[in-house]
């Protein structure tokens, strides 16, 4: 009786371990815990994990409204921009509702960033990627990105 309990309770605990988890938030630093919980309360789950995609340091699946980000950012010191990049391409989607919608944000990325989004051939694209790249160049990034989520993004 007690060696089948034993084996009924390793059985349950190993399928817990099959279940969702939960986006990670600890590793992040105190001052980026405010914009993933942000996040979290429009509906986004944040999660630290390699991209399928290499090279990514970061993206958005907007259709499981999950943001998926490299930890390598962390070791090169861009966790903060790479999540507030994420972040406005989340404040995009709400915008559009069920696709990514150019804001018309009225300033421009610095010069230095042009490569990164001209990258993309469709112009559409290049405009949703400049927004980002914008955003995360600002001093006030954080501040600034809060904003448009809160004036774009429903809490869910």
Not at 68 to 85: M, Q, S
Request: charged content about 20%.
């Amino acid at each position: 009786m007690g060696r089948l309990s034993n084996l009924k309770l390793a059985i349950a605990i190993a399928g817990l371990s099959l279940l969702p988890q939960p986006a990670i938030a600890l590793p992040w630093p105190a001052s980026l815990q405010p914009l993933v919980q942000s996040l979290t309360r429009f509906g986004f789950q944040v999660r630290l994990q390699r991209p399928r995609q290499d090279g990514l340091y970061g993206y958005l699946a907007p259709a499981e409204r999950l943001i998926v980000i490299n930890p390598v950012v962390f070791e090169l010191g861009i966790a903060e921009a790479t999540l507030v990049h994420e972040a406005v391409h989340a404040a995009q989607f709400c915008a559009g509702r069920t696709q990514l919608r150019v804001l018309g944000l009225p300033y421009d990325p610095p010069p230095q960033v042009r490569r990164a989004f001209l990258r993309y051939r469709d112009p559409r694209r290049q405009q949703l990627e400049a927004e980002a790249y914008a955003v995360q160049a600002r001093s006030d990034r954080l501040t600034e990105v809060q904003r448009l989520l809160n004036q774009y993004c429903k809490p869910r």
